[in-house]
């Protein structure tokens, strides 16, 4: 590994260019709000069509100053790649699963980024039929993501969903499983998400809005005929509200949900009546949120009319929700999460204490029984569960130190088989690794839950070690203790990996979420900081060599987070950050936007700009030091929009008092999810892992995994 300094004018050694930070032009735009003056000199920025030549220029003169100043990482950062797709077993399958007499699996071949969907008839292994090859499909593209796929109940027909773009805007196409060919309708702007009537020749599916990409409306298509003759089901008036669409475990009806962060509203169809009017289960009201499902001619409601953790309920028909008969009744410790309904059992995915478990019930004996688990941090999961009419439930279990498993157990006799277990390659030792669970008070006297873990071998009490702390903290999203593979060539290396369960995560149930969101986002911030300090503290990392990274809403924190501490940093990853939060609230025509007033707060309201403004990272950007820093963006990004870290990082550059690195990478093919396929993500990873390793080596020298110590000539800052 090549020298690497980190400074203001970082060079590659033995590069032939130059490298300097580009420096973005400044022309101011006023905004004004609630008698706030906001200046926005990078407003320019922003282009709707992605077609600026302007901002083309800009991202690409940013993309070539960071593969320059990372140039000297080149051999860590192909090592690091090399590790990580070693992990992958390149000729896989997914265990098999049976749906109405076939038996469906992907399979992945040798080199091959996409998998090979098939099926086979029950008890007819040899007869495999092929659904769909994702290495056909993208050959030639940039970019390459499926949608949902759904074989039609006639087992006539495929339908799925494919977006080209990466801007989660799927196209629908029909192949024929009698000759293997495709339809020649194509259905365009969908959200992807599909759902057959039982004639199989009527499908349902979702449109977005051509400009925010709300999901809002439900169209009928006929099987061999042009879009333009689909007929709308259901329009959402509300821009507030997502709209979405699934099938009942009996196959009866197609729900048509309307969702938002505060409530909820479902609609029925009878899948044998493809023509009829959508019903209304019942209306929407604020505060409420329910789900629906239905089975052996009765309706199951999971609700929060009882309580914030959400009960389940029972009826025979649309009636008032105090007619429901209760099942589970909600529980103020206890989040019920969701729920399976099988011929004999009820299966119930519930979160206590920050970890979820799996119960299930008899529905007609007074017995019950829960999977019970070894690790102190751990995620477990209903699996692919198609059929009802079977004592056997798949699951899935996963720690920061096993691998994930899918099992299956007998409901009926307790008898549990393994199906198989993540490869990892040929030399992983779970033994070789360690995970806890600790409980951090933050400032308020908040208990808040931290996953950590690490190589027993290189764990060093004493505070020694690197630490990277990461955090998502928004939407009710509970970030689960899992395992990565990719993650041990961080830990094989030293460092100590903790996940910070902060506040507006749903880890502790809905007032988790509640405490993490609107006026009390400032939580999830302090949650953030107050961990990381008590770590160090703790002798779980050296204070001189402190990491953090988010994605996302997740970038939003560590944003916010590096304004308010920056001294407690050496470097942080902001993965697609949402950091221009005020201004990208205030612009409906941006999509997500009006659907996350209820995360957020609707900044038309004096109160909402003003709490939002004071934690927006872009807004707080302050003349101070910052960490080392690297931001990646995605051109086509749908749900953060590639301009806010862009905008982001230029305003860093101009305000920054300190020499260290700030980085912008954006890819110009991709949006929100990165790279598709399996391998090439790896990379961006493993940009990721280089620059980590190399700040938490700067002083010591590379000590990469095989022990090398640093050259006598090794350059530091």
């Given amino acids: 590994m090549l020298a690497w300094v980190a400074c203001a004018k970082p060079y590659a050694k033995g590069a032939d260019v130059d490298v300097k930070p580009p420096v973005a032009k ?4 006023v905004l004004y709000n609630h008698d706030d003056i906001r200046v926005d000199n990078y407003h320019w920025m922003r282009d709707d069509q992605r077609e600026s030549a302007d901002v083309i220029d800009y991202l690409e003169q940013e993309n070539h100053y960071s593969e320059q100043v990372l140039t000297p990482l080149n051999q860590l950062q192909e090592e690091l790649f090399q590790e990580m797709v070693a992990r992958i077993r390149q000729d896989d399958n997914t265990v098999p699963y049976l749906k109405q007499g076939w038996w469906y699996r992907t399979r992945y071949q ?60 799927y196209q629908i196409r029909f192949k024929s499983l009698q000759t293997g060919e495709l339809y020649s309708e194509v259905l365009e702007n969908t959200s992807g998400n599909l759902v057959w009537a039982k004639d199989g ?46 099938k009942s475990r009996s196959g009866e009806y197609i729900f048509i949900g309307s969702w938002n962060t505060d409530a909820s509203e479902l609609r029925m169809i009878p899948a044998a009546e493809p023509s009829a009017d959508p019903q209304l289960f019942m209306g929407r009201r604020h505060g409420h949120e329910y789900d ?35 099942l589970i009744p909600a ?30 019930k008899h529905r007609r004996e007074n017995t019950e029984h829960q999977i019970e688990f070894d690790d102190p941090a751990y995620v477990s999961w209903m699996g692919t569960n198609p059929e009802s009419d079977t004592p056997w439930l798949r699951y899935g279990y996963s720690s920061m130190t096993r691998p994930s498993t899918i099992y299956e157990i007998n409901m009926d006799t307790g008898e549990r088989r393994e199906l198989k277990q993540q490869y990892v390659g040929e030399h992983f030792n779970a033994g070789d690794y360690r995970s806890e669970r600790l409980w951090i008070t933050a400032r308020d006297g908040t208990r808040v839950p931290v ?60 007032d988790w979420y509640d405490q993490g969101r609107l006026m009390s986002k400032q939580n999830s911030f302090n949650d953030f900081i107050d961990v990381t300090k008590s770590l160090v503290q703790q002798g779980y990392g ?84 910052y960490p080392n820093m690297l931001v990646t963006t995605g051109l086509h990004d749908s749900q953060v929009q590639y301009w806010e870290p862009a905008k982001w990082v230029a305003k860093l550059r101009e305000m920054k008092i300190d020499d260290n690195l700030l980085l912008l990478h954006c890819d110009m093919d991709s949006g929100h999810g990165g790279k598709s396929g399996r391998f090439e993500a790896y990379h961006e990873l493993a940009r990721e892992y280089a620059f980590l390793l190399a700040l938490a080596d700067e002083e010591k020298g590379p000590r990469l995994a095989a022990g090398l110590s640093a050259p006598d000539d090794q350059e530091t800052r």
């Fill in 542 to 625: 050296d204070q001189h060599r402190v990491f953090a990274s988010g994605g996302s809403a997740g970038g939003l924190l560590v944003g916010a987070v590096v304004n308010m501490a920056p001294e407690l940093y050496k470097g942080v990853v902001a993965v697609v950050p949402f950091v221009d939060v005020v201004t990208t609230m205030l612009d409906e025509s941006i999509p997500l936007t009006t659907g996350e007033y209820g995360e957020w707060g609707n900044p038309n309201d004096a109160d909402a700009y003003h709490y939002m403004k004071s934690y927006s990272p872009y807004d707080q950007v302050k003349p101070q030091v």
């Fill in 331 to 360: 529980r103020d410790d206890v989040l019920l999460e969701g729920f399976a309904l099988f011929r004999d059992w009820l299966v119930l995915e519930e979160r206590s204490e920050g970890l979820l478990q799996l119960r299930r």
């Fill in 26 to 29: 400044k022309i101011p735009h």
């Fill in 110 to 169: 040798q080199g091959q980024e996409y998998g090979i969907t098939e099926r086979y008839p029950d008890g007819q292994p040899e007869q495999v039929e092929l659904l769909l090859d994702g290495n056909e499909r993208a050959e030639g593209q940039s970019y390459y993501g499926q949608g949902q796929m759904a074989v039609s109940p006639d087992q006539q027909t495929l339908a799925f969903s494919e977006d080209f773009v990466s801007r989660r805007q």
């Fill in 451 to 510: 996953s950590l873990v690490y190589r027993a071998d290189l764990f060093k009490s004493d505070g020694i070690n690197p630490l990277l702390v990461y955090a998502y903290g928004s939407y009710g999203a509970s970030m689960d203790p899992d395992f990565s593979s990719s993650r041990l060539s961080l830990l094989d290396r030293g460092f100590v990996y903790a996940i910070a369960h902060v506040r507006g995560g749903e880890e502790l149930g809905r």
């Fill in 201 to 246: 020749n009527t499908l349902f599916y979702v449109k977005q809005d051509e400009g925010t990409l709300l999901p809002f409306q439900v169209y009928r298509h006929t099987l061999g005929t042009d879009q333009s003759q689909d007929v709308l089901v259901y329009e959402e008036q509300d821009s507030g509200f997502y709209t979405s669409l699934y």
């Fill in 292 to 326: 629906l499902d239905h089975y052996d001619g009765r309706f199951y409601v999971r609700s929060n009319k009882d309580g914030a953790n959400f009960g389940l309920y029972v009826t025979d028909g649309i009636d008032e929700p105090g007619q429901w008969q209760p």
